[in-house]
C-alpha cells in the first residue's frame, strides 16, 4: 500500500488525534478507551445491581402499605446503631452518584473519541449486519433514563412534580409516606406512561449493556460466552417487567391507597 | 468461437448501474459518479468487473477508477470497498476479490465507497492509506528474536491449543474491513487479532505486556472506540472473533498494573 505512494505527500498520511502525555495512575488508565471502557463496564454493574434491588425493593408495594414504608425506614435505618440514622444511606446514594458520574463522563468522552474517528461519513447508506437496534441506540436510551431519572426523584423523593395537592386525602406529597406517594403519583395516567417508556428504554439500554461488559472487562470464556446474551435479555426482561408492573397495578387498581 | 469477455461457462449479468466514489485527490470534495456495465459473466470477481468498467472508461478517454487490489486470493488485504453499504460486499467470511458477480443480479445498482475513517484518508477515489496500522504494528507487532543461526525446529514447544488459537487470529490479513464496518470507527479487532496472536504464544511472552500496552495506546491515537456492536465480526474476511478483543481488554488491564510494579522496581 504505502509504498506505491510519494513518501513526500504529507497531508495523505493520517495523523494521530491525540497526543501521549504522561498522567497520573489511575488518569493515565482513565485517559485511553480501553480505560473508558473498564469504568463504563465497573459502574454498570454498579447500577445494574443498583437497579435490580431497587426493584425487588419495591415489589413490597404488593405487601401493602405498613409493609413497603417499613422497607423505606429500614433504608434509611441501615446499619443503625454503628451508623447514625441515613448516613449508611448517604454513603450508598454518594457511591451510586459516582458511579453514574463517571459512567455519563466516559460515555461523553468516547462518543467524542468516535466522532472525531469518522470525521467524513459514509456518504452511502450503510447495511448493518448484526448491530442491534440496543447496541445502536444505547446513547439515547441512556439520556432517556437520565432525563428519566431526574423527574423520578423530583416526583418520589423531593415531591415536587407529585400529585400537588393540599392535604394527604387529596393527593399531597407526604414526606415519609413512600407507599402513599408512589400510588399519588401513578394515578396520573401520563406519569404511569412516562414511567413505562422511560422502563423499556432502560430495558433496552440493559439489553446490550450487560452481555458488552463482559468483553469490556475481558472476560470471555468459549464455554460461557453464549450465556451473556441469555444473562443480558434475562436481566433487562427482570427489570423491565418488575418495574413497569408498578403503574399498571396502580391504575387497575391492584394497589391502592 | 469466443467473444470478448464472453464465457463459455455461467451466465452474463446485465445491465448493471455502478454508483462509484469518484475524488481526485486528499483534499478533493469527491462524489458519486454512476457508470453502466451493459454485460459481465457472472463468474467474474468484483475487482475483475471493475478492471472491465476500467478498459471502458480507458477506451472513451476517461480516467479509470483507483482502488486497491493485488494478490487477489483473499490473502494481501490490499483490497478494500464498501459494496452497497457493507465492507467487502455481501458475502461472510470474503474479501472484495473473491467475491463474485454471482452474488448480484441483473439490472441491479452497485455502490462503492471507499473505507471511511479518519485514520484512513482518501488518497484518490476507492483507495486509502491504511498506514496507521502500519504505526500499530510498529509500536509492539512483534517478537524481538536475537539473529544467528537458525534455531532447531520444535526449540519451543508450543502447545496445540495455544497454536491453534493463535493462527485463528493471525489469519488477519490487515484490510481495515473491521475499522470500515464499525459505526465507530475503531481498530479493535485488528489491534486485537495482532494482540492476541503472539500474546497467545510462548515466543511471545518475553514482551507481552509492553506489547499488549503500546500497541492498544498507539490504537488511541488514531481510532474510536469499541462498543461491541460485532459488526467487524461480521464484515471480517477471515472472520476473527470479537474474543480476541476481550483478550486484548483483559492484556491490556493486566499489562497496566505489571508495567507500572515493574517501572517501581527499576
Known sequence: ?257 | MIEPHETPHGTQLTNLTLTVWRQKGPNDGGAFESYRIDSISDEASFLEMLDVLNEKLIGEGREAVTFDHDCREGICGTCSLMIDGQAHGPQRGTATCQLHMRKFESNATIVIEPWRATAFPIIKDLMVDRSAFDRIIESGGYITAPTGGAPDANLIPVAKPAADAAMDAAQCIGCGACVAACPNGAANLFTAAKVAHLNLLPQGQAERYSRAEAMVETMDEYFGSCTNHGECEAACPKEISIDVIALMNKDYRKAKFANRKELARS
Do not use: C
Request: proline share 4%; glycine share 8%.
Open chain 1, 1 to 257: 500500500m504505502a509504498q506505491a505512494i510519494n513518501s513526500r505527500r504529507g497531508p495523505v498520511t493520517a495523523t494521530a488525534q491525540r497526543a501521549k502525555k504522561r498522567k497520573p495512575f489511575l488518569l493515565d488508565l482513565y485517559s485511553t478507551a480501553v480505560g473508558k471502557k473498564y469504568v463504563m463496564a465497573i459502574t454498570g454493574i454498579v447500577l445494574i445491581g443498583f437497579v435490580i434491588t431497587h426493584m425487588i425493593g419495591n415489589l413490597k408495594m404488593y405487601l401493602g402499605r405498613e409493609d413497603f414504608n417499613h422497607y423505606a425506614e429500614f433504608l434509611r435505618a441501615l446499619l443503625v446503631p454503628i451508623l447514625p440514622r441515613t448516613v449508611f444511606l448517604w454513603l450508598f446514594r454518594g457511591m451510586l452518584l459516582t458511579a453514574g458520574i463517571l459512567h455519563v463522563h466516559a460515555a461523553y468522552g468516547l462518543t467524542v473519541m468516535n466522532r472525531n474517528a469518522r470525521s467524513v461519513k459514509y456518504q452511502s447508506p450503510r447495511d448493518y449486519q448484526v448491530a442491534s437496534f440496543a447496541s445502536r441506540t444505547m446513547r439515547w436510551t441512556g439520556i432517556i433514563v437520565l432525563l428519566f431519572l431526574f423527574w423520578h426523584l423530583a416526583d418520589l423523593t423531593w415531591g415536587t412534580v407529585n400529585a400537588l395537592g393540599t392535604s394527604a386525602a387529596d393527593g399531597k406529597f407526604v414526606r415519609g409516606d413512600a407507599y402513599g406517594n408512589v400510588v399519588r403519583s401513578f394515578e396520573r395516567p401520563p406519569v404511569a406512561v412516562l414511567y413505562i417508556v422511560a422502563n423499556i428504554a432502560l430495558g433496552t439500554h440493559l439489553f446490550h449493556g450487560v452481555w458488552s461488559l463482559f468483553q469490556s472487562l475481558g472476560w470471555s470464556n468459549p464455554r460461557f460466552n453464549k450465556w451473556r446474551r441469555s444473562l443480558a435479555t434475562g436481566i433487562a426482561t427482570v427489570v423491565v417487567v418488575g418495574n413497569v408492573s408498578f403503574p399498571i397495578a396502580v391504575l387497575a387498581g391492584v394497589v391502592g391507597q
